[in-house]
């Protein structure tokens, strides 16, 4: 091979190795976009009383009935179906909480 197919070989890869950084670098950006879409969906999501029900019940059934029915309270209700339905979200965390600070 000559100095100058030399040369076109080494500019080629040069030209080849600067794509592939393009490359990486908008794939590493569109990881970064996903998680915001992934949060965005999950805080579309509603809740629902049957979800809530469901999570509380299964704290209930574990032996944390006094700490579901203080927390209902903490909402302002005196049973489940009487929490404001937008403050599901912030109740569900809490209930999920329940039992694993012991």
Not at 18 to 36: F, G, S
Not at 79 to 86: E, M, N, P, R, T
């Amino acid at each position: 091979m000559t100095d100058d197919e030399l040369q076109k070989l080494a500019a080629g890869l040069t030209d080849c190795g600067k794509a592939l950084l393009r490359m990486a670098d908008a794939l590493m950006e569109k990881k970064k976009e996903v998680p915001a879409a992934e949060e965005e969906k999950k805080a579309e999501k509603k809740l629902s009383l049957e979800d809530v029900r469901r999570v509380a019940a299964d704290k209930a059934r574990q032996g944390h009935m006094e700490e579901v029915r203080q927390l209902i309270q903490k909402f302002g209700a005196d049973k489940l179906s009487g929490v404001d339905a937008a403050k599901y979200p912030a109740l569900m965390e809490e209930l999920e909480a329940i039992g694993y600070a012991e």
